[in-house]
């Protein structure tokens, strides 16, 4: 069974802070996604990464940045974060083919 | 661009009524169409691949390359079948997938 595994489930920030959200795991899989569920709105996807080191920006990259120092672990940081970015965020993971796995979400709530 | 379009946000019907889920999406090369699913406290998962022709569930999708479309069904609803469903899209060779708005779908009893 593919595990991908976020670090928090809940997590409170305030306004400015930065924030890091990690994400595991533990199939090998070269591509790994980080996404953003609201409302309404769906899956808009944030980055994604190719490879260790790779990333390319998704739909909506403003206001975050992310990490790929290990294949297995992708993180997602939010150099200030507002009140804008509370949110669930979703984690995923995929090889070939395309099928992605996610983690269970971290909501995030900045105030 | 590629571009998913579920036009139902919310759906609901009785236990036992056949069920239809909306998507139409928009891609210039040869598309993957998915189905995922998030049960109420449960991650977000796969319900089926349209490449694999297979029946979960008791539901099924047909690629429908003329209309653009990809409509998740079901004859009979279950009450179970209550979730939250995204149509997605991806190339055949990979790369990043495309996700629709979602729609809920509420089976009552």
């Known amino acids: 069974d593919v595990k991908v595994t976020q670090s928090s489930r809940y997590l409170v920030k305030r306004t400015g802070e930065k924030v890091f959200l990690e994400c595991v795991q533990d199939m090998d899989h070269e591509n790994m996604f980080w996404y953003r569920q609201d409302p309404g709105l769906g899956l808009r996807l944030i980055y994604f990464s190719y490879d260790v080191k790779m990333k390319e920006k998704g739909d909506i990259p403003e206001g975050y940045s992310v990490s790929r120092e290990k294949k297995e672990r992708f993180s997602l940081i939010l150099e200030s974060a507002s009140t804008n970015q509370t949110s669930m965020y979703l984690c995923?993971?995929?090889?070939?083919?395309?099928?992605?796995?996610f983690g269970a979400g971290t909501r995030l709530s900045v105030l | 661009a590629q571009r998913v379009t579920q036009p139902e946000k919310l759906l609901s019907v009785f236990k036992g009524a056949p069920v239809e889920l909306k998507c139409n999406y928009s891609?210039?090369?040869?598309?993957?169409l998915f189905w995922y699913v998030q049960y109420s406290r449960q991650r977000l998962q796969l319900l089926l691949r349209h490449i694999s022709r297979e029946s979960i569930k008791g539901f099924t999708a047909d690629l429908n390359k003329g209309e653009t479309s990809f409509h998740l069904k079901k004859p009979f609803a279950q009450e179970e079948d209550s979730a939250m469903y995204y149509c997605a899209l991806s190339g055949l060779h990979g790369g990043k997938s495309t996700f629709g708005d979602g729609t809920t779908l509420t089976v009552k009893p």
């Open positions: 891609y210039s090369g040869s598309p993957e």
């Open positions: 995923a993971s995929s090889s070939n083919p395309n099928i992605q796995y």
